[in-house]
């Protein structure tokens, strides 16, 4: 048996599609467009090209983007001063603060700051504790692509067992509240867990969010399972996910790729999230 793809490619371009369209409508209404402003400190080459693609999707969709740099050495105050001018700014409706963060400051204290109605990361505090608490709220975009790429697919997640491998608060344990939501069975797997391939085994739908290259091995994959692979590890010059695709694909009735599975979605959810918070009018 070879699973079927889930291309995250193509269902990432059909969610900006959509908000493409929703923006159109604002536009055509004579309001402003929605606006979303970054925040980078220092001069990570990885988080300058996330940031730069981020900005690139903000215009394809008609969004305004503002990009805010700061220096390496930038002080804690100086970034907060900038995270309050963007809260008190009305024409910015989403702020991002690219992690991670130069050593000597606090992300977590920092993003914090960020008023939760633009929080369209959906890792402040405030957002956490809404979604542990079930309440409407921003959700961190990642989970969300995931939760979107199963709807997408056709799976019913009520009363799956949903083995989710990492409890990181940006991935594996938001992705259990929302999986949660949506009336799955969920169990989440971490470094101590023991046995781990028995319990990847009892997954319907299993979910590596690990950063371990093919951790996953395809004997640990139920017969019928979907498999999603949020792990993105650079390996030789290339991208592999946490999952051993080949083998795993053998056993899967759908598998998402690495590149080209849920990477896509995140930044398909940040815009969905920033037309979420849109705040209208000129
Ligand atoms: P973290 O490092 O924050 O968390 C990793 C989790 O995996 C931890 O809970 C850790 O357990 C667990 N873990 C590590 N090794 C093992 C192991 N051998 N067995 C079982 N569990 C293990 O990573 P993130 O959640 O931030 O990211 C995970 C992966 O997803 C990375 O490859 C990252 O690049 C990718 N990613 C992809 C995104 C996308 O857009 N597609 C977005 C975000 C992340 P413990 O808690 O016990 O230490």
Redesign the pocket.
């Known amino acids: 048996m070879s699973a079927r793809v889930i291309d995250g490619k193509l269902v990432a371009a059909a969610v900006r599609g959509e908000v493409a369209g929703a923006v159109e409508v604002i536009l055509a209404a004579g309001q402003r467009a929605p606006g979303l402003a970054t925040i980078i400190v220092g001069d990570d080459p990885a988080s300058a090209v996330y940031v730069a693609n981020k900005h690139k999707a903000c215009e394809e969709v008609g969004f305004v983007g503002f990009h805010n740099e700061l220096s390496a050495s930038a002080s804690a105050e100086e970034i907060s001063e900038v995270i309050a001018r963007l809260n008190a700014d009305a024409a910015v409706d989403g702020i991002l603060l690219q992690l991670p963060l130069p050593g000597h400051l606090d992300a977590g204290s920092l993003t914090g700051e960020i008023a939760p109605e633009k929080d369209v990361d959906g890792l402040t505090p405030t957002s956490a504790g809404l979604l542990a608490l079930g309440r409407p709220g921003m959700r961190p ?2 989970p969300l ?1 995931v939760v979107e790429l199963l709807d997408r697919e056709g799976v019913d997640l009520g009363g799956l067992h949903v083995v989710i ?8 344990k938001p992705l259990a509240s929302l999986l949660l939501e949506r009336n799955a069975t969920v169990t ?6 023991r046995d ?1 391939a028995a319990v990847c085994l009892e997954a319907d739908v299993l979910v ?5 290259p093919k ?1 996953i091995s395809g004997d640990w994959v139920k017969p019928g399972a979907t498999v999603i692979d ?4 650079r390996v030789d010059g290339g991208l592999v ?2 999952v051993d695709y080949e083998a795993a694909a053998e056993r899967a009735c759908c598998i998402t790729p ?1 590149p080209g ?7 398909a959810m940040l815009l969905r999230n920033t037309l979420g918070a849109y705040g209208g009018a000129s």
């Open positions: 975009c990642t692509g491998v990492g409890r990181s608060a940006l991935v594996g989440i797997c971490h470094s101590h867990t781990l590596a969010a690990v950063g371990v951790l949020v792990g993105i590890n996910g946490d690495v599975g849920v990477g896509p979605m995140t930044i």
